[in-house]
């Protein structure tokens, strides 16, 4: 009778061990990059309460009314697995007092997210990012700093064909004006509009320029320009990001009609995509967000971030660097018998504290499987122990790439790889 296989729930992907150090990789690496920035990590728990999403991303938008994994807790608290970082990050922020410390917080992180939405490259419903949330200043020079980062820190990747696309949604009273202006304009038009539209022009209208329709971008095309709402003040902060972006030689496209789909966004956003994607194209996203701190309790702070999405990241590499990839192994050690096999084990024990990669059969395989694996795992070296080396007190040593080999006392073994690897 053949039993039933549990599979991973659909949205979901397993990161298997040849993959996983990629993932290492570019954790690593950002770690690293955001160091020199002066950023410090956060961790904020997996899920939050409800009302943290709803007051903070916005009752009207996707992530909240449709995307989220909610569920009431046995004392009655409707609680959230986290859809996004800048809110719990701003929670954690105010809770713990952290503006105390400096006069600008810079934190950052890398985390699992969860949205019920439609799988497809590059969306699941469990996905990865890591970002930056800069928390204290109003000046177009940290906008600048964290456009320049987030992109620096793509191109040193290695990724090519970024495109980074920049505006200014301005402050809340010109996004306010903004809004009308665009709902009377689309009012017309909106029994040509998708479902999804049609409600956003109730809920979130700014969201509609955002669409991927190709019948709805030609309906947008003569669409009110949200620059010609800008604020003086608006117009001059986002002219200082321009002139910053420049002076730092770093390429951008000015876009009027890219937005961001959360509530929380003002003045400076920005988008980095790759053609390499597709439909899906977008990398990394993020802008300014002056008034979330106030709406969830704190004082009024000014803050701004970005986040970043690694599925999308690691499709926009390729695939051969996954699976190229095979585990470093330097010496894989041989055994043949019970006493060769816990002689293996107390070398491999004190090889490993000097710091070397070691490789052991453990399944009791023949000499051939043996050297097989190590084959397979690219070991540079094999350590030998048969039944003359352990009458002797010594090992066989072979150079996996040239086949040489010599026997080496048990005692000088450390020393001996040491001098090999320049250790």
């Known amino acids: 009778?053949?039993?039933?296989?549990?599979?991973?729930?659909?949205?979901?992907?397993?990161?298997?061990p040849g993959e996983s150090s990629e993932w290492q990789k570019i954790e690593k690496s950002f770690r690293n990059f955001i160091h020199r920035y002066g950023y410090r990590e956060i961790r904020t728990p997996v899920f939050e309460k409800t009302e943290l999403f709803a007051r903070g991303v916005g009752e009207g938008t996707d992530i909240v009314t449709k995307e989220m994994y909610t569920w009431?807790?046995?004392n009655g608290d409707s609680l959230t697995l986290k859809p996004e970082l800048t809110?719990?990050?701003?929670?954690?922020?105010i809770q713990h007092n952290l503006g105390t410390e400096l006069p600008l917080t810079k934190l950052y992180y890398f985390d699992s997210l969860f949205r019920r939405e439609r799988p497809q490259k590059g969306r699941q419903?469990?996905?990865?990012?890591?970002?930056?949330?800069a928390i204290g200043s109003p000046f177009p020079e940290l906008d600048a700093e964290i456009i320049s980062a987030a992109?620096?820190?793509?191109?040193?990747?290695?990724?090519?064909k970024l495109k980074l696309k920049i505006n200014s949604i301005g402050s809340n009273i010109a996004r306010e004006m903004y809004s009308r202006e665009l709902v009377n304009f689309i009012k017309p038009l909106r029994n040509k509009l998708s479902k999804i539209s049609q409600k956003r022009l109730e809920t979130n209208p700014l969201r509609i320029l955002d669409t991927k329709i190709p019948e709805e971008i030609d309906l947008l095309k003569n669409a009110p320009d949200i620059t010609k709402y800008l604020t003086n003040e608006d117009q001059e902060h986002f002219q200082d990001v321009v002139k910053l972006l420049e002076i730092m030689e770093i390429p951008f496209i000015l876009d009027s009609r890219m937005v961001r789909g959360l509530d929380y966004y003002s003045r400076t956003t920005f988008e980095i995509t790759s053609d390499s994607l597709g439909g899906q194209d977008a990398l990394c996203g993020g802008g300014r967000y002056d008034s979330l701190v106030e709406s969830l309790g704190g004082k009024p702070t000014p803050a701004m971030g970005f986040a970043a999405g690694v599925e999308r990241i690691l499709i926009a590499l390729g695939e051969t660097q996954i699976s190229n990839y095979t585990n470093r192994t330097d010496i894989f050690i041989i055994t043949m018998s019970k006493d060769s096999l816990e002689m293996g084990i107390s070398l491999s024990n004190i090889l490993r504290k000097e710091g070397f990669y070691i490789g052991m059969d453990s399944l009791r395989r023949s000499v051939k499987s043996q050297f097989r694996e190590a084959n397979k795992l690219r070991a540079q070296y094999a350590l030998i122990l048969g039944e003359e080396e352990m009458k002797q007190n010594k090992v066989t040593v072979k150079q996996m790439s040239s086949s040489d080999q010599s026997m080496i006392d048990i005692n000088s073994i450390s020393s001996f790889f040491k001098k090999s690897f320049s250790l």
């Open 72 to 74: 009431e807790d046995r």
């Open 1 to 16: 009778m053949t039993k039933n296989i549990i599979r991973s729930v659909k949205g979901t992907k397993d990161i298997l």
């Open 87 to 93: 809110a719990p990050v701003v929670r954690a922020y």
């Open 125 to 133: 419903r469990q996905f990865h990012q890591f970002g930056i949330e």
């Open 151 to 160: 992109y620096l820190f793509l191109s040193d990747l290695g990724l090519s």
